[in-house]
């Protein structure tokens, strides 16, 4: 009974066929476009980007194309556009500072030298664990060769070494400090102690 109803329903609703139907949209998509383009004849190429244009436009198309070809685009700063206006401004670095950080001389690497001691690192290791595995003690194995590094600078004060941003950074902190410069009366007192 129940399909009965619902077949005399459908017969009072008229639906079009469908291969009737139109498609909704009758322009290709970008998609169909790009795969395969329609060559016209009556359009002309232009030398710097290659898109096409009537013959009476591309003059006026190619001398703006020449000139905004040569241009260099700026990069869009997204941060500074979404914080200008706001309180966060004042907090936002601006772009010279970070162009002049980027444009400082690295020194180059040695990496020749520290590839080497990271292997005898290795190797010194493997000596250590090898030797401890026998049974022998740790003390018994002479000390690994401390590692020098050339890249780092010496502080005058204490004798420690630091890379150059931290050694900028700790040296003028450590020559104010008391305890790194001699007591004046000390070395008086060893020697006339001495004697």
């Not at 009072?12 to 383009?37: D, E, F, I, L, W």
């Not at 232009?46 to 000139?67: G, M, P, Q, T, W």
């Not at 020098?148 to 104010?176: L, M, T, W």
Request: proline share 9%; with cysteine.
């Amino acid at each position: 009974m129940q399909s009965g109803k619902a077949a005399s329903a459908k017969k009072g609703v008229p639906q079009p066929p469908q291969s009737a139907r139109a498609p909704c949209n009758t322009r290709p998509s970008a998609k169909q476009s790009a795969k395969s383009p329609v060559a016209r004849d009556d359009l002309n190429e232009c030398r710097y980007c290659n898109r096409r244009f009537a013959a009476d436009r591309l003059e006026v198309h190619e001398s703006i194309c020449c000139k905004s070809a040569k241009k260099k685009r700026k990069t869009y700063d997204a941060t500074k556009h979404r914080v200008e206006g706001t309180e966060l401004e004042q907090y936002v670095r601006r772009g010279k500072n970070l162009s002049s950080k980027s444009s400082k001389q690295v020194p180059k690497k040695d990496w020749r030298r520290t590839h080497e001691e990271f292997i005898n690192a290795i190797r010194a290791a493997k000596q250590a664990q090898a030797h401890v595995a026998k049974g022998g003690k740790l003390t018994d194995l002479p000390p690994p060769p401390p590692s020098s590094n050339p890249d780092y600078v010496q502080c005058p004060h204490c004798g420690r070494k630091f890379n150059e941003a931290a050694a900028e950074r700790h040296i003028p902190k450590c020559a104010s400090y008391v305890f790194n410069k001699p007591k004046p009366g000390a070395q008086k007192g060893k020697a006339s102690g001495k004697k």
